[in-house]
């Protein structure tokens, strides 16, 4: 039985930096990682998980951390994110967000149809389906986790659970290496860039020069961190309220919707107030809020826990990364307008289909780094691939256990 050693809080939130500048620095050298907007979290955090399992294969040794700090970062993105938005913005977004909640469900039903073909075709027990289809992939480790008891009891498979995380682990490094080189075939294949000229959301340029950088000061930062933390803390307030109304909602979905309401009320009751809304001090922060989140949550995939699944999980997971490329390319690109902002939520599409949200952002947030900003799908994809879509998979699911 290997050992297990207990990476304490501080020290995995120390490590989450230093694993992000080890991709920083590979990403520097290593042009491909460059031209595939593969974020530098990504490179640095799969890096990290590799020495890991080495680890525990040759040492004999279970590394775990402690992700304490991991969700509170998760927080402090999400509010940054409502904060920019504003209602002129949802307002054009409207259409788009049906559009892209109606592709969302459509793929949902096509990636059951792929996992329940897939199972039968390699002869799976009953009921890994569902484990390899949207309750690992479009659910991720949260709906696994949630639902592998219940597939476990209904169709006894003792192992449901550790094939439906080694399932939702694989899709979400998938995620993180495909949504960078898709956008990139889309935006240099059209020619397509950015008509806006806002600062951005996210994804600060990664040197200190600019028209922006002497923006940032440290009365800005407090005061955008002032704002960050008071909205949170309403939203935490209305959690019990929230629950009550029997909508389940992730606490970073309240965190968006309460400071989507405060930013577009407060300034207007106190116009004479500073607000953080898209200044570099706020993206600053949801830029930092995001990098060190998925670094932490890369580098602490325990990789051992996906051996002795055999071929088959590969075979069917190889199989959804391909119709979810075709997919992206040949239906939502096309549907969302075939313009830059289409592209984009191109990238963040991988990780509704096989990730989770925060790679989502992590992916769109690369490619608008280099070609320019797209409020709009930064509003649009968490509204879906956070809230409404959990409802419909929900639906799928249960209709699958039948």
């Known amino acids: 039985m290997p050992a297990t050693f207990e990476v304490s809080g501080f020290l995995t939130f120390t490590l989450a930096i230093v694993v992000y500048f080890v991709g920083a620095g590979l990403n520097g050298v290593i042009a491909p990682l460059r031209r ?3 974020p530098e979290a990504v490179t640095g955090g799969l890096l990290a998980a590799v020495v890991t399992l080495l680890c525990y294969r ?3 040794l279970a590394i775990s951390f402690d992700l304490a700090a991991r969700d509170m970062l998760l927080l402090y993105f999400f509010t940054g994110i409502g904060l920019n938005a504003r209602l002129s913005d949802l307002a054009l977004g409207g259409r788009p967000l049906l559009i892209l909640l109606l592709l969302t469900v459509v793929y949902l039903g096509l990636q059951n149809a792929v996992a329940i073909g897939g199972a039968k075709a390699l002869g799976l027990p009953d009921g890994i389906a569902p484990l390899l289809g949207s309750v690992s992939l479009i659910g991720g480790h949260g709906t696994t986790i949630a639902w592998a ?23 979400l490094v998938i995620a993180s290496l495909v949504g960078g080189p898709v956008a990139g075939i889309l935006i240099n294949r059209f020619n397509l860039r950015s008509d806006e000229i806002l600062p951005p959301m996210v994804g ?8 922006d950088a002497g923006k940032v000061t440290y009365r800005n930062i407090l005061s955008a961190l002032l704002v960050l933390n008071v ?46 809304a898209r200044t570099p001090a706020l993206a600053l922060i949801s830029d930092l809020s995001l990098k060190i989140f998925l670094a932490m949550s890369l580098m602490s995939m325990q990789l051992w826990t996906l051996g ?22 040949f239906a939502v690109f096309p549907a969302m307008g075939r313009n830059y902002q289409a592209a984009v939520l191109a990238a963040g599409f991988t990780g509704i289909s096989l990730g989770a949200t925060p790679t989502a952002i992590a992916n769109m947030t690369a490619v608008t780094r280099t070609h320019g900003p797209a409020p709009i799908a930064f509003i649009i994809l968490p509204l879906v691939s956070a809230f409404f879509i959990d409802i419909a998979n929900a639906l799928a699911i249960g209709f699958m256990l039948r």
């Open 231 to 276: 909205a949170i803390l309403v939203a935490y307030s209305l959690e019990g309220a929230v629950e009550q109304t029997g909508i389940k909602l992730p606490m970073f979905v309240v965190c968006l919707l309460v400071a989507i309401v405060i930013t577009n009320t407060l300034p207007r009751l106190l116009p004479r107030m500073a607000w953080p």
């Open 204 to 211: 600060l340029p990664d040197d200190d020069v600019g028209p």
């Open 58 to 60: 040759v040492l004999g």
């Open 149 to 171: 008891p219940l597939l476990s009891e209904r169709f006894g498979l003792p192992n449901a659970l550790e094939v439906g995380i080694a399932s939702a682990t694989l899709g």
């Open 308 to 329: 002795g699944l055999g071929p088959a999980l590969a075979i069917v997971l190889g199989l959804q990364t391909l119709v979810a490329v075709l997919y992206i390319l």
């Open 36 to 38: 595939w907007n593969i």
